[in-house]
């Protein structure tokens, strides 16, 4: 499974927007890139997946440039409770074992 | 509708004592998983069972830790004699069969305290 680089850490302001990078240079053809959310004392929550170009949901948007070997994620206007531990996992299936990192812990401040 | 569920929440035990992690799926999920997670990393894999069948063990990090899943639902996580390496979160997960997205839905995790 592709290994993924992203920052161990960042803080932003309430109503601000906050984008998140990943790399994933080894990232196979039929990888996909997905992002999960984990608050304190609860386990990982699914928020985002992609494969190529643009991803918006209710929660984010996940961009991925042509040659895939990055993605950000966006997060519109992040609030106090958006603070939280992000992961960014690339592979296939949801029938195979999820890789995390040691994720990006975002700070939101008032 | 019920997530993922996961019992005790928290378990302290002295070392050398067994213990006994329970794991409710979402129902009708055919995909179980076990992750460990020590504080400020992301979590590891343990084992991952289809239905009742254990197809992937790989994670397990020694012969003291075992996983079943007898009737294909509810799984339990078996450590004996642990010992204080083994104090972590262990979270369980379940997915759709088929399912093409990495979606898995996690529970709330078991705290576990070696002393």
């Known amino acids: 499974l592709a290994k993924t680089t992203q920052p161990i850490s960042m803080d932003s302001y309430e109503g601000q927007e906050v984008n998140i990078t990943c790399s994933h240079n080894n990232i196979a053809t039929n990888d996909y890139i997905t992002w999960y959310q984990q608050f304190p004392s609860q386990g990982p929550r699914f928020i985002i997946q992609?494969?190529?170009t643009k991803v918006t949901n209710e929660v984010a948007s996940l961009f991925i440039p042509a040659d895939r070997k990055s993605s950000t994620l966006s997060l519109p206007r992040v609030s106090l409770s958006d603070t939280a531990v992000y992961y960014c996992l690339v592979g296939f299936s949801g029938n195979t074992p999820l890789v995390f990192g040691k994720g990006t812990r975002l700070s939101v401040i008032a | 509708g019920a997530g993922v569920s996961q019992s005790p929440r928290y378990k302290v035990a002295k070392r050398g004592q067994d213990v006994a992690l329970r794991c409710d799926p979402i129902s009708g999920h055919v995909s179980l998983f076990w992750y460990q997670q020590a504080l400020g990393q992301g979590p590891e894999f343990l084992t991952y069972f289809q239905n009742e069948a254990q197809l992937d063990k790989s994670g397990l990090p020694s012969d003291r830790f075992f996983a079943e899943r007898p009737e294909g639902s509810v799984s339990t996580l078996k450590i004996q004699r642990t010992q204080q390496e083994d104090s972590a979160v262990y979270l369980c997960?379940?997915?759709?069969?088929?399912?093409?997205?990495?979606?898995?839905?996690f529970g709330p995790g078991t705290r576990l305290t070696v002393l």
């Open positions: 997960a379940s997915s759709h069969r088929g399912g093409s997205r990495n979606e898995q839905f």
């Open positions: 992609g494969y190529k």
